[in-house]
């Protein structure tokens, strides 16, 4: 381990200062969900020409210790005043900068002051400075440190509790202040196993019921990444996505690297949407309400409540979160996990999800939790759904499926059964189609007496012969229009309606031809396009406002 003398640390600082020696050097913070970066912490380094590098760890205390520290992080300041006019000038995308501030700098001078003149010098927002202040800072004289946060708070900087768990007040300095983020130190944690999960699951929670961002800092590995992802921390910052680079490392690094940087304008969506709580047993109770009851012993486990968080961009629409509970409950409707639905979505025409388009529409309007039943590849389910950020054309959509359970539901199951039949028997005739294959597959259900004949021949040669035996001559060829399966499909994708409605003249069991209502319906219970052909009696004002309809324009219907 390197060693450097007190004194040459002393006798070197402010020459190291005048001549550069000492440099801002940048580590990025992720955002957990996006994998983009939404913010750099900017961390000391001192290049010196005799000893080489020199950690913080080398000087920061000396430099506190002779009450220098407050040059050096001015000096920083300017620094990160530096990198971000650069990145300007070269049209690269901004992002705020953290800057660390020591218990000591507070002494030495108007640390707003002090901050708030250089940011004017160099032009640059309190909005793009984000403070970071270990728990030392506030140990004691709560009230003057809440008046200094208070004012940093109003000016517009962001307050980071740094190296939350390190020291031994940390709870009590959360009661007393109020932090936009909680920096979680992942070193203080020695592994990640079953203690490390629940102390982290506990802090994280903690943070979320009290409105506190969380940032894990130290991550390094791939399977921190996916547990911290899994109990919703907001951020990550750590040498697994970058060691800290000095500026011009930093500039490259944007310049050439795949990483995306989070666009300003999106910077408080993402904030909102990462006030939902994956781990609370009732998310949407906490999303839905200012005022919600907080239960401590919930959550040292991933929720038992389905959840994702779904962005929906005009018609794409992506999973950005979905937790285990969620992809247990689509792999009961036939998806292996939110990728495969994410493309089922992408290449099916929006009327396959109609009803449910419907739901997230309104969700989307009203900003309120909508909860609907819905019925998909033969189980039927309750999907509900809450608005909780939008940016621009972009809309953050919590979701919850919960399936059906039969064998625990035998008494909803027998009642669905019972009046699902006095459902059907509301139609006079119901037929199935397999356009596909050009054929009838089955006839369902029907009170009308037609020939069986027509299951017997291809599809096209039935609806035929049909309109010459079934329906009223006047009306024959606007029935072959109207039957006309690829006219069918193309109206009912461009109408994004699933049921295409016209009244007919049908032939009666004793001959005589009355008005009736018939609906070619697309469903989605099986691959393919398959229809139901279903003929319903009108009541007499619909009759009489349908022949009235006929008169005036017998082509009005196609």
């Not at 959840?307 to 969620?326: M, P, R, T």
């Amino acid at each position: 381990m390197q060693h450097i003398d007190e004194q040459y640390i002393i006798e070197n600082f402010d020459s190291a200062l005048e001549k550069g020696y000492i440099k801002a050097y940048y580590q990025p913070v992720i955002r957990t969900l996006t994998e983009q970066i939404c913010s750099v912490e900017a961390l000391a380094r001192w290049q010196d020409p005799e000893m080489g590098l020199l950690s913080p760890y080398l000087f920061i205390s000396v430099l506190e210790k002779n009450r220098l520290i407050h040059k050096l992080d001015m000096m920083i300041l300017e620094n990160i005043c530096y990198t971000y006019n650069e990145l300007r000038e070269k049209g690269l995308p901004l992002h705020p900068f953290s800057i660390n501030l020591s218990r000591l700098d507070f002494n030495e001078m108007d640390m707003l002051k002090a901050i708030s003149d250089i940011l004017e010098k160099y032009n640059v927002p309190a909005t793009a400075i984000h403070i970071e202040i270990t728990e030392s800072v506030m140990l004691d004289n709560t009230a003057y440190f809440r008046r200094i946060f208070d004012s940093f708070h109003e000016a517009g900087f962001a307050i980071f509790m740094d190296d939350f768990g390190s020291g031994y007040s940390s709870l009590n300095v959360l009661k007393d202040y109020s932090f936009d983020v909680l920096k979680i130190d992942m070193r203080f944690l020695s592994d990640i196993g079953i203690r490390s999960k629940k102390i982290l699951s506990s802090v994280v929670n903690m943070a979320k019921a009290i409105g506190i961002h969380t940032l894990a800092e130290g991550v390094e590995t791939k399977e921190q990444i996916t547990f911290l992802r899994t109990i919703g921390c907001e951020m990550l910052q750590g040498y697994y996505y970058s060691k800290p680079m000095s500026s011009e490392m930093y500039i490259e690094y944007l310049t050439t690297s795949d990483i995306i940087v989070e666009a300003r304008s999106e910077s408080d969506y993402w904030d909102t949407i990462g006030k939902v709580n994956f781990l609370s047993p009732d998310p949407f109770n906490e999303i839905s309400s200012d005022d919600f009851p907080i239960d401590d012993t919930s959550v040292l486990r991933e929720s038992p409540t389905s959840l994702a968080l779904i962005e929906i961009d005009g018609k794409k629409v992506k999973f950005q979160y979905s937790n285990k509970a969620y992809i247990d409950e689509i792999k009961k409707l036939g998806y292996k996990n939110t990728d495969e639905m994410e493309s089922a979505i992408a290449n099916m025409p929006i009327v396959y999800f109609k009803n449910i388009n419907e739901q997230i529409e309104l969700s989307l309007k009203t900003g309120k939790l909508i909860k609907k039943d819905h019925y998909a590849n033969d189980i039927y389910f309750t999907y509900s759904t809450k608005c909780i950020a939008k940016t621009g054309n972009k809309y953050m959509l919590a979701a919850s499926i919960k399936t059906f359970d039969p064998s625990r539901n035998a008494n909803r199951e027998q009642m669905f059964e019972k009046y699902s039949r006095i459902l059907i028997d509301t139609y006079d005739h119901i037929t199935v189609i397999d356009h596909d294959n050009n054929r009838i597959i089955t006839r369902l259900y029907s009170k009308i007496g037609f020939k069986n004949e027509y299951l017997t021949m291809p599809l096209d040669k039935a609806r035929l012969l049909f309109a010459e035996n079934e329906v009223i001559e006047s009306e024959r060829e606007r029935f072959i229009k109207f039957t006309d399966f690829d006219f069918v499909k193309k109206h009912i994708e461009k109408s994004e309606n699933s049921i295409l409605q016209q009244p007919f003249h049908i032939r009666n069991q004793d001959g005589k031809f009355l008005i009736k209502d018939i609906r070619i319906i697309l469903t989605t219970v099986e691959e393919g396009d398959r229809f139901l052909f279903v003929i319903q009696s009108m009541s007499h004002t619909a009759q009489r406002m349908a022949l009235e309809a006929l008169k005036e324009d017998t082509d009005m219907f196609i």
